[in-house]
Every structure is written in C-alpha cells, then in structure tokens.
C-alpha cells in the first residue's frame, strides 16, 4: 500500500478538462501529457495543474508559463528532464514520445509573457 501511495504523483489523472478537440490530431498527445505528466506539470491544454503541495520539490515546470521546443521536450522524455534527479526517464518511448513532444512544443508557453531583452525597457 505504501508503495502504491508513493507512486500516486507520478500517475496521471486522466482526460477530464483537456482543451484539445477530440479530432485534433494533437489530442493523443494531450492524453498521454494528462495521463503521463500531470501529477507533476501544469498545462491547461491538457487539463492538468500539476501537483497540489506546491512546496514539494516534485513540482515540474508550469509549461504554460515555458515555451519548448520538440527537441528540448523529447530530450527531457527520454532522459528525465534536464536535472534527472526527479523526472522518470523514458516516461513514453517510441511514437508516444513523439506526440507527446510535439504536443509540449505546441501548447507549452501560451501565457508566457516575454521578456524584455537587454537594454529594452517593458512596455
């Protein structure tokens, strides 16, 4: 029981509130972000908030608040993100990390605000 309860924040929650059409072709890619990443990433596309206890360190990036590319997302995929000290490795593999990085690459970064780059002042 102690063991199911630990891996209960890496599990996903399912494809309640993804904002993805069910005949888009970006919806596989939803489902796996909701079922795969949510108990840890924020990504309103896919219905997800993240952990609820803030203050865990088990709290991934608000990938509405980042912009990925492909690339940096399947690299993440496939080696646990970029610190590897908490994202599992290979979360999906194969096709399912392909949709699922091009689903991050589309969706994440959509209430990103931009930063003024050095020397520009904030309008």
Do not use: W
Not at 46 to 55: F, K
Not at 97 to 110: C, D, P, R, S
């Amino acid at each position: 029981m102690v063991i199911a309860a630990l891996g209960l924040p890496a599990c996903g929650f399912g494809e309640k509130g993804i904002a993805v059409s069910k005949d888009s072709p970006d919806y596989n890619g939803a489902v796996l972000f909701a079922t795969h990443c949510s108990g840890c990433h924020t990504l309103s596309a896919a219905g997800t908030q993240g952990t609820g206890n803030r203050g865990e360190r088990t709290q991934g990036p608000n990938l509405d608040q980042r912009t990925e590319t492909k690339e940096d997302a399947l690299f993440a995929i496939q080696n646990g993100g970029f610190s590897g000290a908490i994202m599992p490795q290979n979360i999906v593999v194969g096709k399912e990390a392909e949709e699922l990085a091009e689903f991050v690459a589309k969706y994440a970064g959509e209430a990103a605000e931009s930063s003024p780059r050095p020397g520009e002042s904030t309008p």
